[in-house]
Nanobody
Framework: QVRVVESGGGSVPPGGSLKLSCVISGYRIQQLSDLCVAWFRQAPGKEREGVAAIRSTGVSTYSSDSLKDRFTISQSQELVKKTVYLQMSQLQVDDTAVYTC?????????????????WGQGTQVTISS
């Protein structure tokens, strides 16, 4: 059974940084090459939106150039248990949201939530002075 577990949320002032982690386990090693892991976020009163995704081969995608300038998605090289990170810097109040990690297998990673079946519980990120 695939498990997705996030950690690393918290509260920082505007301009600060946070690093989120997402651990994916329970998959077969033969599935690793097509594994996609994505970060989504949902702010209060808003719809969930994709932030960034990375395929196990290392190809990454971001929702916008502005986010790409401030956020970096990366991954560990473990085979049995994959960890995906989201390094966030120059955080703004508008970045406040619940950040959730999702994993699934596809030839090209998307930032569409319905493409992902395996979800974590989410971690709160609050940007406030």
């Amino acid at each position: 059974q695939v498990r997705v577990v996030e950690s690393g949320g918290g509260s920082v002032p505007p301009g600060g940084s946070l690093k989120l982690s997402c651990v994916i386990s329970g998959y077969r090693i033969q599935q690793l090459s097509d594994l996609c892991v994505a970060w989504f976020r949902q702010a209060p009163g808003k719809e969930r939106e994709g932030v960034a995704a990375i395929r196990s081969t290392g190809v990454s995608t971001y929702s916008s150039d502005s986010l790409k300038d401030r956020f970096t998605i990366s991954q560990s090289q473990e085979l049995v248990k994959k960890t995906v990170y989201l390094q966030m810097s120059q955080l703004q109040v508008d970045d406040t949201a619940v950040y959730t990690c999702a994993a699934d297998w596809m030839s090209r990673c998307t930032l569409t939530s319905r493409d992902y079946i395996n979800w974590g519980q989410g971690t709160q990120v609050t940007i406030s002075s």
